[in-house]
């Protein structure tokens, strides 16, 4: 059992209330999840009368197998039978435990007092889709209504002459009421007092927020600015410019209101800077004396400019009038069309994602309800706190009486508050330890200081960085304290930071995208796998151009969540065909589906097809079939199903027009080829919500995908597993709370969008109200301004915004376990942005950016465990950090890389005509040795596809091989691994499993995680997963597995991809080894079988042992001894090995060109003595095809 540090011991010992701040890596869900338990165990607390809310339904489903597991292992060591009593009845509870995201648990609360929340006890929460049709429909109503209504149309033409628009407006409104939980607070808090105290308000907030943040610059300031002038006049006393400034800083000390201070900071402004907004050389500041005076001048430099931000004009006076006016009246349109949105809502039984809490808010304020759930949960447990906002807040701290019973722990970290886009707010992690101190005392306020996952170099890395970086912490801007990371690794592995940067002035540049490539293949010819690595970016767009540079070296990666799913071409190809079907006339339509994977008909062709005779492509293509077979069975086809279209569910359509042909081989084939059969599920899966909702019209959907394809570009790509030996590519914000070996935190030098009053587009500010730029006295062709309050929003939120670019650069920096890689482009000069990441480290580490090379040296603590227990040890570290600008290979490494990696994986795209029957895999050749007809029935007709696609929704078919997810010979029984787990999934898993070794305590957690990503989840993942870490624990101890890690050079899920004779051969060997005598091929299985069976069951496998040798020959001429090695791994102690030398290879070579050539020349005769075991037998085991 996992000893506890410390720290980990104080925050599970401590009884009351109690706030965990947790640095990165500290194992922080763990503490989490034992403090859930010793609640139920210890406390004796019921699982129905605890709560643990998680930010993510991810985040909860790992919740979730932790505390499975600590049961787990409670129940193993325990020797009580009392207390194993406790912990199987808390296993049983776990089923129906409260382990949710926040809007699962206002769901249920919801659902226990519907009468209470003025809802029908039947609601149905709906998606983001439907909630944003209905609001565009109450919006198109609502305006429409005032127009025609003569007592409203002055005040919506009003708002239109402001925001530029009548889609202006509607654009707007619709951001109001998606952003109406904020809007509704700042309606009761601001907008109830009459336009006069509302003006007095605003007036009033200005000056207060003014003062604090004058307060922090005036004196350094003004000393700057002195101290600079003294040292011009020292060299000058007749200097015009520093007597105009002298004069100037006699006057500030009768300097008392806003509006005075703002005149100095612009006069000092326009003589002392530049337009640029730098001091003036030219009539003042000698060159030798910026040198001198750097510190000052860079601190009046950019305060001066930030500052000048805050306006405080003539006319801001009737600014601000007018502003009020411009509020009170957009907040009537704004009430309108929310109650046309509720009223159309309220008709459906329909609740949106932000009705969920807002009813939630609502209910709580009822005595009875809050009685209630006061009585009802003991225990509530929030993780990643430093993300929640006011509204959650209004809904834990009423249900424990605000903090007057109960008891209430949060675990978050304020350097990893990254969501401010999503309404996070950081002052409410602030705000909610304050009421804890409050209420259990100073001691409730721990921390989590120790990490486990960084190497120490990168932990002193971290802690040199943000100490400066974190070192003003002004809680206006969400500034955050430093807290240093004690490195709590207990490996010898230091770690390494490195930077690759590329240079955008050179003539031979490299880009940043192909230094990283470079990287990642010299990382891995170094040992590191592909899944081994991260690349994090700041913007989904970046993933292009590392995509379209992956592919050229031949890189596997997997985008994570990557945007552009509707703009994906599989999704154009599936328009394209029910666009057909809709309308036959539509030729455009037809000619891409013919292109297209679908069938894949060269341009030659449909040249000749568009001769024919015809009013439209169909009726050409049809003639034109009559004298071409070919042609003729495409013909076929699309008759066939424009007759189904209109009759069977769009589903069902799908399933068919995407397995009539051979369109998923080609896509199958692809380097991308994950992803993409991802996002035809996640089509498939729209559709069928989108019957569900009543829309089972395939027009209707097709003018859905129509306005998606055009208008929704953020859509993300469908999520893929992550256990594929694959780059990783994902946004910092997806990356949270993961953790990798190598991380490349790409395109570090680019900025980010500014947040700011815009004219017609509006803000919301809870402090400072509805804000917009306004024309000053109507003259609506002239600028607009923004009234005072808004440039000091405008100030605010860009120091917020910079706040949380530390705070994301700190979680990108963190994701890395042993090595840390930022990448990014600077030019001659080394100017970089200052919103930059690249900015913020160098000038956070004082790195000049044309360096070779940063040492830095420091003090690191080190938390030390020993058999007595732990105890803290600091250590002076030396690391060395490279900046290269260049692979190490050479300058022209293209060629080398590409041979490489290139040669055993061939982009399908390259072959003419890129057709899935010219592509022959291992278990291809497998089936046609057992019978050709089944080859024909499984390949040629399709009837294999529609098995394996029919079975992904829970229907039994044909059996599956597990590396390559194809109809075949794997004759694994699933009923050894207990209920309802498909032998894919199992086969997926245990191969993950087998290319690391693993301790039980890590197969325990990746199995757990794998199920509950699955939906497998309570009981039936306890029922199987003993079983697999039983058969993994065997084979991890068995002479077999001892000799096969024993060889240093080898390949793991190695991906063979050849041309051999016009055909394309393709394979997925689970091991290769190179010695330097002996190619050795390693296969796993998991059948469930009797030691009886093994040498029959091996013969079958063995054919396709045979094609990858066939393969990995001709990749690999050197080699004359050649072993195969077959594992059954529930018999680990009885491998099948085969060996062949030179000479007998021949033999096998021959074996498999034979069957080869039988499926080239389709020589699809039957085997008799297969059908007793045939998938394609009927009931007296004869074959169905007569």
Not at 180 to 200: A, F, H, P, S
Not at 623 to 646: G, R
Not at 731 to 743: C, D, I, R, W, Y
Not at 1047 to 1066: M, Q
Request: proline share 2%; aromatic share 10%; glycine share 4%.
């Amino acid at each position: 059992m996992t000893r506890l540090t410390p720290h980990q011991k104080s925050a599970l010992e401590f009884a009351d209330h109690l706030s965990l701040t947790a640095n990165a890596g500290s194992g922080k869900t763990f503490v989490l999840a034992r403090r859930y338990l010793n609640a139920a165990l210890i406390e004796g607390v019921n699982l129905s009368n605890i709560a643990a809310i998680t930010f993510t339904d991810k985040a909860a489903g790992e919740l979730y197998t932790k505390i499975v597991k600590l049961v787990n292992e409670q129940l193993s060591s325990s020797n009580l039978d009392s207390r194993k009593n406790k912990l199987e009845r808390i296993r049983q509870q776990l089923i129906s435990a409260n382990i949710s995201t926040i809007h699962s648990f206002c769901i249920n609360i919801l659902r226990e007092f519907p009468v209470e929340a003025g809802l029908d006890a039947r609601f149905i929460p709906i998606d983001e889709q439907l909630s944003d049709e209905l609001i565009e429909l109450s919006i198109e109503e609502v305006v429409k209504n005032l127009f025609e209504d003569g007592s409203s149309s002055d005040n919506i033409k009003y708002i239109i002459r402001i925001l530029g628009s009548k889609i202006g407006l509607e654009k707007e409104l619709f951001g109001l009421i998606k952003q109406r939980k904020t809007l509704l607070i700042i309606k009761e808090t601001i907008y109830q007092k009459n336009e006069k105290d509302i003006i007095k308000y605003f007036k009033d907030q200005f000056d207060l927020y003014f003062s604090k943040i004058w307060e922090e610059y005036k004196d350094k300031l003004l000393s700057g600015i002195t101290r600079i002038n003294n040292a011009v006049i020292t060299k000058n006393k007749n200097n015009e410019i520093a007597a105009s400034i002298q004069t100037l800083i006699n006057t500030f000390s009768t300097l008392k209101i806003p509006e005075q201070i703002l005149g100095f900071i612009s006069e000092i402004r326009s003589i002392m800077l530049t337009n640029s907004g730098t001091v003036r050389v030219r009539g003042y500041l000698i060159n030798y004396l910026r040198e001198e005076l750097a510190d000052e001048i860079n601190y009046i430099e950019s305060s001066l400019n930030e500052l000048s931000k805050i306006e405080y004009i003539p006319e801001s006076d009737a600014l601000i009038k007018e502003l009020t006016k411009f509020a009170l009246v957009l907040i009537n349109v704004f009430e309108n069309t929310l109650e046309q949105y509720e009223n159309k809502k309220s008709l459906e039984g329909f609740l949106d994602y932000e009705d969920i809490l807002l009813y939630t808010k609502e209910i709580l304020k009822k005595e009875s309800v809050q009685k209630t759930l006061n009585e009802k949960f003991k225990f509530i447990l929030v993780d990643e706190y430093q993300d929640t906002n006011e509204i959650q807040y209004e809904i834990f701290l009423p249900i424990l009486d605000h903090l007057k019973s109960g008891n209430l722990f949060i675990v978050g970290d304020e350097k990893q508050s990254i969501y401010m886009f999503r309404d996070a707010e950081l002052e409410i992690f602030n705000k909610t330890k304050d009421d804890i101190s409050s209420a259990a005392g100073k001691g409730a306020l721990l921390d989590l200081p120790d990490s486990f996952r960084m190497a120490p170099s990168l932990c002193l890395f971290t802690n040199k960085l943000f100490s400066n970086l974190f070192a003003n912490h002004n809680t206006l801007y969400n500034e955050v304290r430093n807290t240093d990371i004690v490195c709590a690794r207990r490996d010898d592995k230091q770690g390494m930071v490195e930077f690759l940067l590329s240079d955008n002035n050179s003539e031979n540049k490299i880009t940043e995208a192909e230094l990283v490539a470079g990287k990642i293949i010299e990382l891995n010819i170094c040992s590191a796998q592909f899944n081994d690595i991260a690349i994090l970016v700041r913007k989904r767009k970046s993933f292009s151009e590392l995509e379209t540079v992956f592919l050229k070296y031949g890189i596997p990666f997997s985008i994570i969540g990557g945007r552009g799913f509707y703009q994906r071409q599989t999704i154009s190809d599936v328009y394209n065909y029910l666009s057909f079907l809709s309308n036959s006339s539509n030729s455009t339509a037809l000619a891409g589906i013919l292109r297209s994977p679908f069938f894949t008909i060269s341009d030659s062709v449909l040249f000749e097809i568009s001769l024919c005779r015809g009013s439209n492509f169909w009726e050409k293509l049809k003639n034109f079939s009559e004298n071409n077979p070919e042609i003729s069975s495409v013909k076929s086809i699309l008759e066939e199903n424009l007759q189904l279209a209109s009759s069977i569910e769009l589903t069902v359509l799908l399933r068919k027009i995407l397995t009539d042909t051979e369109y998923l081989g080609v896509i199958a084939a692809r380097n991308d080829s994950e992803q993409e059969l991802a996002n035809i599920d996640k089509l498939i899966e729209i559709s069928r919500n989108f019957s569900l909702k009543g829309f089972r019209n395939l027009y209707d959907f097709l003018d859905y995908l129509n306005d998606a394809i055009t208008g929704i570009e953020d859509e993300s790509q469908a999520a893929i597993t992550t256990d594929a030996n694959a780059v990783q590519l994902m946004t910092l914000h997806q990356a949270k709370g993961l953790e990798f070996p190598v991380v490349f935190l790409f395109n570090a030098h680019e900025s980010s969008q500014k947040t700011q009053v815009k004219s017609k587009q509006i803000s919301l500010s809870k402090n400072f109200g509805i804000l917009t730029k306004l024309p000053i006295n109507n003259q609506f062709l002239s600028d607009y301004h923004s009234a005072p309050i808004g440039g000091l929003y405008n100030f605010i939120e860009e120091k917020k915004r910079i706040a949380e670019l530390k705070r994301l650069l700190y979680v990108g920096i963190t994701r890395a376990i042993d090595h840390l890689i930022i990448t990014g482009e600077v030019n001659e000069k080394h100017n970089l942005k200052n919103d930059s990441f690249l900015y913020l480290v160098m000038s956070g580490l004082n790195i000049d950016p044309g360096a070779n090379e940063v040492i830095l040296q420091d003090e690191l603590n080190y938390l030390i465990q020993n058999e007595s227990g732990f105890n803290n040890k600091s250590k002076k570290l030396n690391i060395r950090i490279p900046i290269s600008r260049s692979i190490s290979a050479n300058e022209n490494f293209e060629l080398p890389l590409k041979k490489k990696l290139a040669s055993p994986v061939v982009n399908i795209d390259e072959i003419e005509p890129p057709l899935e029957k010219d592509i022959i895999s291992a278990t291809k050749v497998a089936v046609f040795k057992q019978c050709p007809t089944k080859y024909l029935l499984t390949y040629e007709y399709g009837f294999g596809k529609i098995n394996s696609l029919f079975y992904k929704n829970g229907e039994k078919r044909s059996s599956v091989n597990e590396a390559e997810s194809e109809p075949a010979i794997d004759y694994s029984d699933d009923s050894v691994y207990g209920i309802n787990i498909r032998s894919d999934l199992k086969g997926t898993l245990v191969h993950s499993l087998l290319e690391k070794e693993f301790s039980t305590e890590q197969l325990d957690d990746e199995i757990s995680k794998f199920f509950v990503n699955q939906g497998i989840e309570g009981e039936q993942l306890i029922d199987n997963k003993q079983n697999i870490i039983s058969d993994i624990t065997g084979y991890f101890k068995s002479e077999i597995y001892k000799q096969i890690s024993s060889f240093p050079r080898f390949k793991n899920e190695f991906e063979a991809y050849i041309k051999d004779e016009g055909i394309f051969l393709y394979g997925i060997m689970d091991k290769i080894i190179f010695t330097d005598d002996e190619l050795i091929i390693v296969d796993y299985k998991t059948d469930n079988i009797s030691e009886d069976e093994i040498h029959s069951r091996a013969e079958n496998y063995f054919t396709q042992l045979k094609f990858y040798l066939y393969i990995a020959q001709k990749l690999f001429s050197e080699y004359n001894s050649f072993r195969l090695i077959l594992i059954f791994i529930k018999h680990p102690e009885k491998p099948v090995i085969k060996k062949y030398n030179i000479e007998e290879f021949f033999l096998v070579k021959r074996e498999i060109s034979d069957i080869i050539k039988g499926i080239i020349q389709k020589n699809f005769y039957k085997n008799y003595k297969h059908c007793g075991i045939c998938v394609f037998s009927d009931t007296s085991n004869s074959c169905i095809l007569k």
